[in-house]
């Protein structure tokens, strides 16, 4: 019933007025006396001697320096402290690179020989499916 009212008055009128209680504004907070002024000054002076004699703590935002980073930064958090870390980081071995150099320099003499790849990845022995004739083939017959 109300909004049907409201929607004559609307249609009546064109727009309805606000009825709202309007609260009042807090006053400006005052600015500090003169002697408080004189007692911040002198606490900011203070704080401007104390800023000098510390040193310059990195951040990670410092792009000169190396980086520095704390040991608890570098946690999992997922993982529960106290725990070791499951994988190891790898190095590389000497022989083991050595090895991989020696079997890509036969591989590439094959390739060289022969002009394919050993592992040739479009082999034409397996051939390709057809598409069986007919449409809807899997349509039941009921």
């Not at 499951?86 to 094959?110: F, Y």
């Amino acid at each position: 019933e109300e909004i049907h009212r409201l929607y004559e008055l609307i249609a009546e009128h064109g727009t309805l007025e606000i009825q709202a209680e309007i609260l009042p504004r807090r006053n400006p907070t005052p600015e500090p006396d003169s002697e408080d002024e004189d007692k911040s000054d002198g606490q900011s002076e203070y704080q401007e001697e104390e800023e000098e004699e510390k040193p310059h703590i990195p951040t990670e935002f410092d792009f000169d320096d190396e980086p520095v980073f704390s040991k608890s930064s570098l946690v999992d958090r997922r993982r529960t402290p106290g725990t070791l870390a499951k994988s190891q980081k790898r190095e590389a071995r000497l022989d083991k690179v050595l090895s991989d150099m020696k079997r890509h320099k036969v591989l590439e003499e094959q390739i060289m020989k022969t002009g394919c790849d050993l592992f040739d990845l479009d082999s034409d022995d397996v051939p390709t499916p057809k598409r069986p004739s007919g449409l809807f083939l899997r349509q039941r017959k009921y």
